[in-house]
């Protein structure tokens, strides 16, 4: 598994991250925010994403897993990831997001199933605004549709990692977004 092509330079991911950034500062203009990140494919792009928005923000963390859906990392990568739909939290939030402007960070949106459930979780807190950040849209794999306020690339069905991204946990220390071969 060495032959990973670079589907996303590390400049081009920098470019787009700093516009959304901007984004997000624009939006909400005088008023603090919370990023809540999905563990662990977000960390790196919620560490580049969060220095570019200028407003008063606090971190959390939230943790998910699905149940039997990934038979191995070998079938996640040639299949895709054959959800039954069921998404558990392994890790709630730590603080209150009631009345919180709440934004989301998620890698990467595949099928919908991990966003729509998250979705769900989060608005049961009551938070004042609800926005998804995700670097990564693959429409193509929807089986929930599932609506993002800011996405940094759409792109084809292929299995990417890098820049958070993991195969069997590996390459989330790549500098650029890869593609990993099939076969
Ligand atoms: P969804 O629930 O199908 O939208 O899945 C979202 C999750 O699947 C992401 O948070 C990733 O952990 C994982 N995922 C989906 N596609 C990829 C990929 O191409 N590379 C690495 N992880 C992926
Ligand atoms: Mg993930």
Redesign the pocket.
Known sequence: MTDLKVLIPQDKIATRVAAMGEEITGDFTGESVIFVA?LK??AVFLADLARQVRLDATFDFIG?S?YSSRPSPAH?LKY??D?TGE?RLTKDVDQSLRDRNVILV????????????LKRVILAHQPRAFRIAAL?D?PS????P?QCDYVGFT?PD????GYG???AERYRNLPDICV?PRE
């Open positions: 999905v494919g977000a998910v699905s996640e895709g990831w959800s998404v998620e890698d990467i949106l595949d099928t919908g199933l991990t966003l729509s459930f990564l693959k794999r929807r089986k929930e599932v792109i292929e299995f990417v990692v991204l993991d195969y990993v």
